[in-house]
């Protein structure tokens, strides 16, 4: 029985659990999608897009979501000029922030639900890619999955964190279209140290398990 538990805690400690395994891919088309910003200092960029699609990373099937929008606000604009060397940089900011919204998968007919709902935790990073055409791209804090989604893709509901990556086409300062953008998340992993103290608290019951079995012989 000791040598039972021993194992569970070694193993939960240096396993990745097969619960924050799951990783979550939205994928936007950017139909329709539009964006704006002022060039001012302090000002955030936000933008809207249309179209989106959700799987979960290796598996082989896609869901369109139907009805689907995004929208995001940027952290403050902060510098930069817009070039590879220097490129416009917004954020870290409590009014940075990402949704996603939509029917949940397989419907194709509903009240939309907020589907992902976060908030940016490191500065995002605008970038020129050729003429006309930008990246803006941004590590998030912690966001929140839909429960129903969740059920849907059998992974577990609550907080996750990942990185949001969308191309813009015009040419900033200014307003143009979103092209595409991708949004990659996973459940947001336990601490090692919390992992670690309920290691320890198995092998303590596990010890205790063993005294009672050696008293009672």
């Not at 001012?40 to 099937?61: C, E, H, R, W």
């Amino acid at each position: 029985m000791f040598k039972k538990v021993a194992v569970a805690a070694v193993l939960l400690i240096f396993a990745c659990l097969p619960a924050f395994c799951a990783t979550i891919d939205f994928s936007g088309e950017g139909d329709g999608g539009t964006w704006s910003w002022n060039g001012a200092l302090g000002s955030d960029l936000t933008a809207t897009s249309l179209g989106m699609s959700v799987k979960i990373v290796g598996s082989p099937n896609s869901y369109t979501i139907y009805m689907p929008d995004e929208s995001l606000t940027s952290g403050a604009f902060t510098g930069g000029n817009g070039t590879t060397g220097s490129p416009w940089t917004f954020g870290p900011s409590s009014s940075g922030s990402f949704t996603i919204t939509g029917c949940v998968p397989p419907a194709t007919t509903c009240t939309p639900v907020t589907l992902f709902s976060g908030n940016f935790g490191s500065p995002g990073e605008m970038d020129v890619q050729g003429t006309g055409s930008m990246l803006f791209s941004s590590t998030f804090t912690t966001g929140s999955v839909n429960s129903a989604l969740a059920a849907f893709l059998g992974i577990p509901a609550g907080n996750y964190s990942g990185t949001y990556e969308v191309t813009l086409s015009g040419i900033a300062p200014g307003s143009g279209f979103v092209a595409s953008g991708d949004l990659v998340i996973s459940p947001t992993v336990p601490e090692p140290a919390s992992l670690t103290l309920l290691a320890i608290g198995l092998l303590g019951l596990g010890a205790m398990a063993l005294r009672r079995k050696l008293l009672n012989t």
